[in-house]
């Protein structure tokens, strides 16, 4: 499966910004598709999960409530709606996918999508 990421870009703190991956290339759906972000000079971390079979959402403690996914398994698109961005926000952000469930590691993912920068200006 191929993964294209889009949106992200500058935003004040406190601002809002929304990215979306698409998942293409196969007949059958992940069964999960996630997001990750990765700042300069850290590891990569989970952000949200969204799991198909089970239709739930996880989230980090450091997004959960300023942070939304919502999934489209029709178009196999996962969006992620983020609100009230604080500058540590700051990372390029990545959406992985997978045909099995592979938890919060970013390192058990098989599929990856291109890299897609968010920036919150303080």
């Known amino acids: 499966v191929q993964l294209q990421a889009s949106g992200g870009g500058l935003v004040q703190a406190g601002g809002s910004l929304s990215l979306s991956c698409a998942a293409f290339?196969?007949?059958?759906?992940?069964?999960?598709i996630g997001w990750f972000r990765q700042a300069p000079g850290k590891e990569r971390e989970f952000v949200a999960v969204?799991?198909?079979?089970?239709?739930?959402?996880y989230y980090s403690a450091s997004v959960q409530g300023r942070f939304t996914a919502s999934r489209d398994n029709a178009k196999n698109t996962v969006n992620l709606q983020m609100s009230s961005l604080k500058p540590e926000d700051t990372a390029v952000y990545y959406c992985?996918?997978?045909?099995?469930?592979?938890?919060?590691?970013?390192?058990?993912?098989?599929?990856w999508g291109q890299g897609t920068q968010v920036t919150v200006s303080s």
């Open positions: 969204s799991s198909l079979n089970a239709g739930s959402i």
């Open positions: 992985a996918a997978d045909y099995k469930y592979s938890g919060t590691y970013y390192s058990l993912w098989t599929y």
């Open positions: 290339g196969r007949t059958s759906s992940p069964v999960a």
